[in-house]
């Protein structure tokens, strides 16, 4: 069984994302459940038009343009959409990411290199129309493009990683605590059953429950995925982190929600953690931290209900 070098490969940012895809299919066989399979394929090769996409490939994007008229031209503009209805503008705004799991790594690499490469999907020309009331001066459109945020596609591949990684990790544990067998043979399937480990639930579970934020920022959308477990506060304090939440407020959360956890359970509506997230909320709105009050609120209240099973 594959487990423990699946394990080793998904623990180490440093080792091939797309090598541990692949042992992830034969990890699926080995279980007998070829029914899993389907999403692992996906990541390897891409996701096609007519298969939805995770929410974690769902990238917010800002919308830019090149104009001209006879006598000037403006290169890579920020495009005005606000003209256009909710649908429109989620359309150009929130792209789904359907390249296969190394295209997206190897633009990750390219733009740590360089800043200014990004990954873009292009508008149709056809569509330039719809843009002609906010275009002034006598410029036309001659491109115009949706830039994704680098930093969401490259929270593609962390999802990515960290998902498969808590299904293994929660995989073996179910198996040694219920001291199965697990050599890879015919019997494997029908000996986890007998043990009441259930492999999909537990692929179901860690990959794809999760919540998603869609917040306006600026000319785009920024889609935050909130994956934390409930009850994991390492996993709490790990989705704040990334936002830019400093360590100190970190500790402070920490307690709070124990102090809450031991007394009447933990809320966002009253309690030590109330407190904590009016406090740094106010943090936030003087700029003392990355992200601001808006995004820090909706974040924190998403991560804290998940952490409390709300």
């Known amino acids: 069984m594959v487990l423990d070098e699946l394990i080793t490969l998904l623990s180490d940012p440093k080792q091939s994302l797309g090598e541990a895809l692949y042992k992830t299919k034969v990890l699926f066989h080995q279980l ?5 399979v389907p999403w692992v394929t996906h990541e ?21 343009c090149n104009l001209m008229n006879s006598g000037w031209t403006n290169s890579n503009q ?42 873009v999907s292009n508008i149709a020309p056809e569509t330039f129309g719809r843009f002609d009331q906010v275009i002034t ?11 994704l945020n680098m930093g969401d596609v490259a929270g593609v591949l962390s999802a990515v990683r960290s998902r498969l990684l808590d299904f293994v990790l929660e995989l073996k544990d179910q198996i040694d605590t219920a001291q199965v067998s697990v050599t890879p043979d015919a019997g494997l399937p029908e000996r986890l059953e007998q043990a009441g480990i259930n492999p999909g639930d537990i692929f179901q579970n860690a990959v794809f429950t999760d919540s998603t934020i869609n917040l306006m920022i600026g000319s785009g959308i920024q889609n935050v995925n909130v994956n934390n477990r409930p009850g994991d506060v390492k996993g709490l304090l790990e989705v704040l982190r990334q936002k830019g939440v400093p360590e100190e407020d970190l500790k402070e959360l ?32 003087k700029g003392a931290m990355k992200i601001g009050t808006k995004m820090f609120t909706e974040l924190a209240i998403a991560a804290i209900e998940r952490y409390a099973n709300l």
């Open 44 to 64: 390897i090769t891409g996701y096609p038009d007519e298969c939805e996409v995770p929410p974690y490939r769902l990238i917010g994007a800002q919308v830019r």
């Open 254 to 285: 920490e307690a709070a929600v124990t102090e809450d956890g031991e007394a009447n359970g933990v809320t966002v509506d009253k309690g030590k953690t109330q407190a904590w997230l009016l406090k740094t909320a106010a943090k936030a709105g």
């Open 78 to 119: 920020l495009l005005i959409i606000g003209h256009l209805d909710a649908d429109d503008q989620k359309a150009i705004t929130q792209i789904k990411l359907r390249f296969p799991i190394e295209v997206i790594q190897e633009s990750v690499r390219k733009h740590g290199e360089n800043s200014s490469h990004r990954m």
């Open 32 to 36: 007998g459940r070829k029914d899993l």
């Open 137 to 147: 001066n006598g410029g036309r459109l001659t491109a115009a493009w949706s830039e």
